[in-house]
Nanobody, 113 residues
Framework: QVQLVESGGGLVQAGDSLRLSCAASGRTFSSYAMGWFRQAPGKERAFVAS???????YYADSVKGRFTISRDDVKNTVYLQMNSLKPEDTAVYYCHLVGSTSWGQGTQVTVSS
C-alpha cells in the first residue's frame, strides 16, 4: 500500500499563488497516473487535475489556465502549482494514486477575497 502525504496548503488572498506537494512512499509511482482532487465544505470531492506516467496533464475546466500539475519521478512527488487563486478554490486538496485506494490526508487551502 502506498502512503501519500500532501503539504503546501495555507491561507492566501485572492490572486495569490500556492504550490502543493504530494510525496509518495511505499511504492515507486513512476508507472502510475496521479491526481489532485478537492472537497469544499458541503460539497462532493471533485477532480482537479491528473498526470499520466508520460506527463500528459488533464484539468477540470474551473482550473484550466491557472493550475499546473507536474511530477518528479526521482523524488516520487507530484505537485500542483496554483496561480490566480479565487475564493471558490477554497477546499481540502487531496492527492490520489489513480486506480488505487490510496489517498492522502488532505491539505487545507483557504482563499480570502
Amino acid at each position: 500500500q502506498v502512503q501519500l502525504v500532501e503539504s503546501g496548503g495555507g491561507l492566501v488572498q485572492a490572486g495569490d499563488s500556492l504550490r502543493l506537494s504530494c510525496a509518495a512512499s511505499g511504492r515507486t509511482f513512476s508507472s502510475y497516473a496521479m491526481g489532485w482532487f478537492r472537497q469544499a465544505p458541503g460539497k462532493e470531492r471533485a477532480f482537479v487535475a491528473s498526470i499520466t506516467p508520460g506527463s500528459m496533464a488533464y484539468y477540470a475546466d474551473s482550473v484550466k489556465g491557472r493550475f499546473t500539475i507536474s511530477r518528479d519521478d526521482v523524488k516520487n512527488t507530484v505537485y500542483l502549482q496554483m496561480n490566480s487563486l479565487k475564493p471558490e478554490d477554497t477546499a481540502v486538496y487531496y492527492c490520489h494514486l489513480v486506480g488505487s485506494t490510496s489517498w492522502g490526508q488532505g491539505t487545507q487551502v483557504t482563499v480570502s477575497s
